[in-house]
Structure formats: structure tokens, C-alpha cells
């Protein structure tokens, strides 16, 4: 495992998930064709065809990966996967193992989600639209890590034992309707607009009340109002009651 070899040129090259679309992009001007990572979707369908057991059926791992190969990355043409369905015949390397795949996948809930009460930071902080799904497991990936419905994420610019499978096919658009949710935009929303916001006696109706009361008692007409460190707003819209 410590041992200095020559570059290897038939292994996989680990890259980010920018790298993995500039390689596309780079490919796809070669080719003449657009060409980018395989949808999460596609990717499952890869499985279904070219694998079709999943790893709990599996006497010995079909690829890379669990450690039962080596401790290593591999060279990319060593296990073939061959289609049994819509590809009967066709061959695929690594379609499980050796390194992860990106994908063009966000990570975000399926229908049904539900946070596990012993593990609830490990899905949720991935929700972000900054992580994308990535697929296959590599040589050391273990326990349920490249069964067909694992679903792992780093942040685009990670590296992690992950390589590129590309496709030729029109581009995809895998970020429509996802809703970006950030933890603060969130606290604070809901401290404005939520339960906690809908009183009389609530912090910005209590705020926006006293600046009223002050610029009456000083006799300030409110024309313009500035609401510094307005956060998502509650403050500004009870001003805009009363503001000309």
C-alpha cells in the first residue's frame, strides 16, 4: 500500500465534481456532442442492468470494493459487467467499485424522508444544493456502501476516491424546483413569521411599535425607514404599515 509505483495510466483518475464537468465539458468539444455525468436516475438503471444483485446477494464482490480485491484503486478494465436486459451483451467496467461516480444529482429527500432519531446530522446537512449523489462505492467502500440505493455526497470540491463515468446525451437539469434550505434563513423565519411571530408582543412587532413611538415623541416623520440587520424582514414590513 506504501510502495512507489510508475503512474499508472489504466486507473481511474480521482477528481472533484468540477473537474468531472470540465472533463465533460472538454469531451463533449472533442466529441462535437454534449456530453456529462450520468443522473442519479441513469445511474440506478446502470445497475439494474449491468449488475442486477444487489450486494447483500453477492458471494463475492463483482468488482473493487469491500476490500475483497486489493487495497486499492485498480486499473479500469479488470471487472466487466455484462448487460442482461436492455444491453444483453454490452460491456461496462466499474459499474460498482474501484472509485465512486458523480452524478449530476443533488442530494435532497425522497418521498417518504424521515430524519433517524440516532443519526440525525448525517442526510440533512447534505440538503443544501452544494453536495451532489455520488454512486458505486470504491475499493474500501463497506457495509451498505455500494448497494444500488446508498445515497452519499460530498461538496463539489471534495475528493474522495471518486472518479468520472460520462454519457453522451442531452443535458439534464437536476436542480429544477430544489429548494435550497440554509439552517439561520431558517431560524429566522421562523422567529418572524412562525407561531413565535404571529403575537402582538413578538420581538420585531415590538421593535417596529418602539421605533414608531420614539419618531412620534421626537416628532420625525417616518418617511423612510432603514432596518439594518433586517434578516428576513418581519421588522420592515410592520415599518411599512406606518412608513409613507
Given at each position: 500500500?506504501a510502495?512507489?509505483?510508475?503512474?499508472?495510466?489504466?486507473?481511474?483518475?480521482?477528481?472533484?465534481?468540477?473537474?468531472?464537468?470540465?472533463?465533460?465539458?472538454?469531451?463533449?468539444e472533442?466529441?462535437?456532442?454534449?456530453v456529462r455525468?450520468p443522473?442519479?436516475?441513469?445511474?440506478s438503471?446502470?445497475?439494474?442492468?449491468?449488475?442486477?444483485?444487489?450486494q447483500?446477494?453477492?458471494?463475492?464482490?463483482?468488482?473493487?470494493?469491500?476490500?475483497e480485491?486489493?487495497t486499492s484503486s485498480?486499473?479500469?478494465?479488470?471487472f466487466a459487467?455484462?448487460?442482461m436486459?436492455?444491453?444483453?451483451?454490452?460491456?461496462?467496467?466499474?459499474?460498482?467499485?474501484?472509485?465512486?461516480?458523480?452524478?449530476?444529482?443533488p442530494?435532497?429527500?425522497?418521498?417518504?424522508?424521515?430524519?433517524?432519531?440516532?443519526?440525525?446530522?448525517?442526510?440533512?446537512?447534505?440538503?443544501?444544493?452544494?453536495?451532489?449523489?455520488?454512486?458505486g462505492g470504491?475499493?474500501?467502500?463497506?457495509?451498505?456502501?455500494?448497494t444500488?440505493?446508498?445515497?452519499?455526497?460530498?461538496?463539489?470540491?471534495?475528493?474522495?476516491?471518486?472518479?468520472?463515468?460520462?454519457v453522451?446525451?442531452e443535458?439534464?437539469?437536476?436542480?429544477g424546483g430544489?429548494?435550497?434550505?440554509?439552517?439561520?434563513?431558517?431560524?429566522?423565519?421562523?422567529?418572524?413569521?412562525?407561531?413565535?411571530?404571529?403575537?402582538?408582543?413578538?420581538?420585531?412587532?415590538?421593535?417596529?411599535?418602539?421605533?414608531?413611538?420614539?419618531?412620534?415623541?421626537?416628532e420625525?416623520p417616518?418617511?423612510?425607514v432603514?432596518?439594518?440587520?433586517?434578516?428576513?424582514?418581519?421588522?420592515?414590513?410592520?415599518?411599512?404599515?406606518?412608513?409613507?
Open positions: 500500500m510502495e512507489e509505483i510508475d503512474l499508472p495510466m489504466s486507473w481511474p483518475c480521482e477528481v472533484n465534481q468540477h473537474e468531472a464537468k470540465a472533463f465533460c465539458a472538454w469531451k463533449g472533442q466529441l462535437g456532442r454534449e455525468l443522473t442519479e436516475a441513469e445511474w438503471l446502470l445497475f439494474d442492468d449491468f449488475v442486477g444483485r444487489d447483500w446477494e453477492w458471494e463475492e464482490a463483482p468488482g473493487n470494493t469491500n476490500l480485491k486489493f485498480c486499473p479500469v478494465d479488470m459487467f455484462t448487460g436486459r436492455g444491453n444483453t451483451g454490452a460491456t461496462l467496467y466499474d459499474v460498482v467499485g474501484n472509485v465512486w461516480q458523480h452524478t449530476e444529482t442530494t435532497g429527500p425522497l418521498d417518504g424522508f424521515r430524519v433517524h432519531p440516532l443519526y440525525d446530522d448525517f442526510s440533512m446537512p447534505t440538503f443544501d444544493g452544494d453536495h451532489t449523489v455520488q454512486k470504491c475499493w474500501i467502500a463497506t457495509g451498505n456502501e455500494a444500488r440505493d446508498a445515497r452519499f455526497a460530498f461538496r463539489r470540491h471534495f475528493y474522495q476516491m471518486i472518479g468520472v463515468r460520462y453522451v446525451g443535458a439534464v437539469d437536476e436542480y430544489f429548494y435550497k434550505a440554509d439552517p439561520v434563513v431558517d431560524r429566522y423565519t421562523e422567529m418572524h413569521y412562525g407561531e413565535a411571530g404571529r403575537t402582538d408582543s413578538s420581538f420585531c412587532v415590538t421593535l417596529a411599535k418602539h421605533a414608531v413611538a420614539v419618531a412620534a415623541a421626537e420625525v417616518l418617511r423612510l432603514a432596518d439594518i440587520g433586517c434578516r428576513s424582514g418581519r421588522t420592515s414590513f410592520e415599518l411599512a404599515r406606518v412608513a409613507e
